[in-house]
């Protein structure tokens, strides 16, 4: 079997390493596409960032000269980027997937994963692609099958988008963040609008592999005081003093970010579906607002009172919205 791997970070490296255990031959795509030359892959991982997508399908059509023998997997944070993959290769060659593996490097730049959790897998199309999963499998990881790619996909985000956002908005770690009572509220609320959005668009949430999101939204939808019992403990062990990608991503300067495709997605869903997602809509826009204005950001470091106030601007905004319409 022949494995081509776009994006050589952390989940890259540590999925082609999985496979290059057992025998598979893997290769990684060189950063610049004039240098990527043809490997006709049974198997192309698409790692890189989602924003980084539209690049990833421009060099795995320059490098695999007949796609329609390859199939397309993507263990890709946030939504949307199924839906570019199929277009480009038809939906029957896409199979999303979520990996819940912690995976990180260390100062030497190795890569560092736990033993815990594992990978879902959910074709995106009418193939099934047993062999793939067996495959994966006979690497030693935990392999779960989905139905519902959808479903897959936005547990996922679910997962993702706690603690992160609002970490890299405020430039402090999630240990931190679950003493920060009034933002910790908004961070429940920022779950409740996504599992209605969820509800509204009919995907029903899965458990993955080492995260019960059943349990994450179950607890959320109990009373604010009560669910911050619950959540504040397992958010701040299970995210402890790691910074999150998005706060990653501010540090390094960067004028990108995820958020669209995390925060901004569940916006953008409940705009089209009529759920109003107000804390959503404010973690994406000022973020984005971040990414591309740096100097933006003195205003919410270590200043949760004006994060707060933003999204209760955006609450009355949408409420006096609400009883134009009624009028």
Known sequence: MKVYVVGRGAVGTYLGDLLG??????AYAPRALEDVTPFQADVALVTV?????????????????????TVFVTPQNGVGNEEKLAEAFGADNV???????????DREGNVVATKDGGLALAPVGASAYNWLVATFASSGIKVKVVDDWRSLKWSKLALNVVANASCAILNVLP???VHFEK?????????????????????K???????????LFTAAALPSPVARRVMGGRVAEGRGTKAPSLLLDLRAGKP?????YLNGAVASAGRAYGVPTPVNEVYARVLEDIANMPQLWAKYRERPDALVAEVEAEMHRVKALAKGVRG
């Open 95 to 105: 199979v999303a997937a979520a990996l819940t593996v912690p995976v990180d490097r």
């Open 205 to 215: 949430p899965i458990d993955l592999p080492r995260y019960p999101i059943n349990a």
């Open 21 to 26: 255990g057992i025998g598979v031959e893997v």
């Open 49 to 69: 960032k989602a924003y980084d997508t539209d690049g990833a399908i421009e060099t795995l059509r320059r490098a695999i000269p007949d796609p329609k023998n």
């Open 175 to 177: 240990n931190r963040l």
């Open 183 to 203: 933002i910790f509220t908004l961070e429940i609320r920022m779950i409740r609008e996504g599992r209605a959005v969820m509800a509204a668009m009919n995907v």
């Open 256 to 260: 990108q970010t995820e958020v669209p």
